[in-house]
């Protein structure tokens, strides 16, 4: 049990460099300081349908967008409950496509793995011949397009491609830490389930999940024996075409949030944000290879959180943990006990630019002696 650590008023402020919550820009903090307003208002269906329709607008997709209250781990679940009814394919090659995997057997499907070393990426070869060679068609394929916990950006367009090529399987992808700082044709790769949070590559503050669905999805729910009742496709979708409003109450100052920064992110375009994240993955990747060395498989580096190899030995805890006294930025260590202090981890997406990946870079040359 843990004890009461009582929350102070004084915590300093520190730049977020971390694979999430990352920084958000002060206008947007601001737009939750709202006086509180319905969730059956017109003022809410102004807001709801401002937010989805941009929302459709920023990704190029004329799929359906859902924006619910929560994390990414609730489409994980809620994509497997409205989508598969038996059994699943879920590719893992990291802590969170396993997640994937284990919340799918935990609501009692048969789950196969086509399963990777952690810091390899899923292969579309690979999915090919799993899809081929099976006896039963899947319900599903799951796949994260960026692991977080090793740095690695599969290639979800071309296992999209070869998803495709079956129409009874829906293709379901956890881009939690890269929609919005990656660019993805969702539309052109058959892409029926794409998810992610908002504090990560969208650079708001934590709360609000969005899923982007397209018609086969919603249409194949409706077969399902055990859809979600909070993440139903049709029962969110089928509220907004009838109210423009979500079916239960959302967290309204996120979304007022939410608005605001989708304002900045139309204005910067996907395209523009695509390449100012490509640039700071590039100059981070040449950063640790002077230093250290990358972590993923190379050819599928992450364009958002770079996964450094600590070939040098330093002690990570403390880099970290010094940066942040001297520095007040926060970086992150490896993941879980695997990778740990064998590794750590830059996030660079969001509002940072080449300008301020470089002040971090600086910091841990100084702290570490590099
Ligand atoms: C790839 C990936 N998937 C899923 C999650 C879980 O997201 P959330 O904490 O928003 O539920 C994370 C969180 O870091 C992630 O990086």
Redesign the pocket.
Known sequence: MPTKREYKDDYPDKTLYI??PTEVREDVIEAMCEPMFGHRMDRMTDLYTTVVEDTKEFLDTDNHVVVLT?????F?ESSILNLVDERVLCTTC????E??ANVAERLGKTVDTLEYEWGKAVKPEDVREALETSDVEYDAVTC??????TGVRNPVEEIGDVVAEYPDTSFVV?????LGGDYVDIDAHGIDVIF??V??AFAMP?GL?VCVVSDDAYERELESDSASWYGGFQRTIDYYDRKGQTHSTPAIPVMLAYRTQMKHMLEEGHDARDERHRAMAEYTREWAREHFDTFPEAGYESQT?ACIENTRGIDVAETIEAVSREYDMVFANGYGSQLGERTFRIGHMGEHDLESIEALTDAIEDVADL
Not at 94 to 97: C, K, V
Not at 144 to 149: A, D, K, L, W, Y
Not at 174 to 178: E, G, I, L, Q, R
């Open positions: 694979p999430g929560g994390s990414g781990t609730e994980m990291g802590s969170f496509s997640r994937q994260v397009m960026n692991e977080s916990s956890d881009a939690v830490s890269s992610t949070s504090q990560k934590p999940a959180v």
